[in-house]
């Protein structure tokens, strides 16, 4: 593995890692804003792994890789995820203490 090769599952959970932060930081808010669906579109290339179940990995490539890999077959992958608070089933919210400033207007 490249060591700029990044799996898919690791890709998508740090967009739940990120969501959770954001979760936890808005917490008790006055302002939350509830998430809908989130769309991450990935270029990916899939690679043999006799360590994957099914034997094939998907690894998302950044832009720089994507340009190197002219003899490679790449796939466009549009990954739609619709975040759920696991123990009530119900969409999560994200909010910001900074409730902004209406100065300038």
Not at 26 to 52: H, S, W
Not at 89 to 99: T, V
């Amino acid at each position: 593995m490249d060591r700029h090769d990044i799996e898919l599952a690791d890709a998508i959970e740090a967009i739940r890692l990120e969501l959770l932060d954001a979760s936890e930081r808005g917490r008790g808010q006055a302002v939350q804003f509830e998430v809908g669906p989130v769309t991450l579109d990935f270029t990916v290339e899939l690679k043999r792994d006799a360590r994957a179940k099914g034997g094939v990995k998907a690894w998302v490539l950044s832009a720089d890789a994507e340009a190197g890999l002219a003899h490679t077959r790449t796939h466009k992958v549009s990954v739609t995820l619709t975040p759920k608070d696991a123990s009530t089933g119900r969409s999560i919210d994200i909010s910001n203490p900074d409730l902004g400033s209406r100065d300038g207007f």
